[in-house]
């Protein structure tokens, strides 16, 4: 069992910023590939990032590249992903998921533990 638990969603205006946090459980975070995901209403869950378990690797949508960043902190078992110059196709719920294979899966499906999600809205 893993646990996920998000923060730092919110309300950012077009052009902004913001830094969303994943804080998970268990002693054996490092070797668990983390991903980002997100849903917008009335649309399918879709990647949009994902790091390998010592951070060396890094995998992401093509419609976020260049403005968003995946990291993790493993001593402090968290993953984060900086979102700059955010525009309104971002708005959507925002998950964080963990799976124990090393691969950079872009699937939901292939991801074991989710987050509860965290609603990030831009403004245009």
């Known amino acids: 069992q893993v646990q996920l638990v998000e923060s730092g969603g919110g309300l950012v205006q077009a052009g902004g910023s913001l830094r969303l946090s994943c804080a998970a459980s268990?002693?054996?975070?490092?070797?668990?590939?983390m991903g980002w995901f997100r849903q917008a209403p009335g649309k399918e869950r879709e990647f949009v990032a994902a790091?390998?378990?010592?951070?060396?690797?890094?995998n992401y949508a093509d419609s976020v590249k260049g403005r968003f960043t995946i990291y993790r902190d493993n001593a402090k078992n968290t993953v984060l992903l900086q979102m700059n110059t955010l525009n309104p196709e971002d708005t959507a719920v925002y998950y964080c998921?963990?799976?124990?294979?090393?691969?950079?899966?872009?699937?939901?499906?292939?991801?074991?533990?989710w987050g509860q999600g965290t609603q990030v809205t831009v403004s245009s």
């Open positions: 790091i390998s378990g010592a951070g060396g690797f890094t």
């Open positions: 998921a963990a799976r124990p294979g090393a691969s950079l899966l872009t699937a939901d499906y292939g991801y074991d533990y």
């Open positions: 268990g002693r054996t975070f490092s070797s668990y590939t």
